[in-house]
């Protein structure tokens, strides 16, 4: 099968094998293919939903039966997903000591199913629950299961609301994410970035520190990101391709 981008992945896989320290940053591109919309495009949950009224931690506390009607669907999309052939390349790179780590975006939980195991949820986890009052932690299945006319979810303990795992807006990145990831970045001789924009701050400023620091960055999106001028070698294609092709190259 001809790959019009062939020779770039063949140049950035000789930037990898050049690497001591590789880590990928990642966001909703690489889990579009298992099914899950990036909420930002046509069909995406913020075209249904307002971020405002369902995405904020104030609208949670103020208005929690509207946002666990978002919470809800985004947990039935979540769980009919599975890993796709990006989520596999990746954990088999990491398996090989070909990469170091992967910095997500996504709360999707895919790139643990699919093996990785050092991967840093920089926005948290849609698979982890627990009680806002008591702190008391909840199966995620209980999330899919609970009736439309039961939200929102409630806590059996306390009564309080129970509420996912990831960051809501208005809410501060986990410490001990943002202090891996700023470690990382500061020895990381190559950053890959993987189906992201680079629209959200502070994840999108990594492949900048490790550029800064003296490192190359590869970039894989389907389209055009905010990261103009920054990688040294682009792929414009899609991630579930040029994934296992790396992966080929790099481990034979």
């Known amino acids: 099968m001809s790959r019009p981008w062939q020779a770039l992945a063949e140049e950035a896989a000789a930037l990898w094998r050049r690497a001591g320290c590789v880590i990928a940053l990642t966001g909703a591109g690489v889990s579009v293919p298992s099914g899950i919309p990036d909420f930002r495009s046509p069909g995406g949950l913020w075209a249904r939903y ?13 208005r929690p039966k509207r946002v666990w009607e978002f919470i809800r669907e985004a947990v039935l999309v979540f769980g009919q997903a599975r890993p796709n052939a990006a989520h596999r390349a990746l954990a088999a790179l990491e398996a090989s000591g ?21 991967v840093i949820e920089f926005h948290g986890s849609g698979k982890r629950f627990y009680c806002m009052d008591c702190r008391k932690q909840f199966d995620p299945a209980g999330a899919a299961s609970i009736a439309a006319e039961a939200l929102p979810w409630r806590c059996d303990a ?43 701050a502070p994840a999108n400023s990594i492949p900048y520190q490790v550029k800064a620091a003296g490192g190359k960055v590869v970039e894989i999106n389907l389209g055009a990101s905010s990261y103009a001028g920054l990688p040294d070698v682009v792929l414009r294609a899609p991630a579930e391709e040029v994934l296992p092709v790396l992966e080929e190259l790099l481990l034979g």
């Open 98 to 118: 070909r990469l170091e780590a992967v910095i997500t975006q996504n709360i999707d939980n895919l790139h643990q199913e699919a093996g990785s195991r050092r």
């Open 50 to 62: 307002d971020p405002a009224e369902v995405a904020t931690i104030q609208a949670l506390r103020q």
């Open 158 to 200: 306390c009564s309080g609301v129970i509420r996912p795992d990831f960051v809501f807006f208005g809410e501060q990145i986990p410490t001990a994410a943002l202090s891996e990831s700023l470690e990382l970045a500061g020895r990381a001789d190559l950053a890959v970035i993987v189906g992201t924009s680079g629209e959200v």
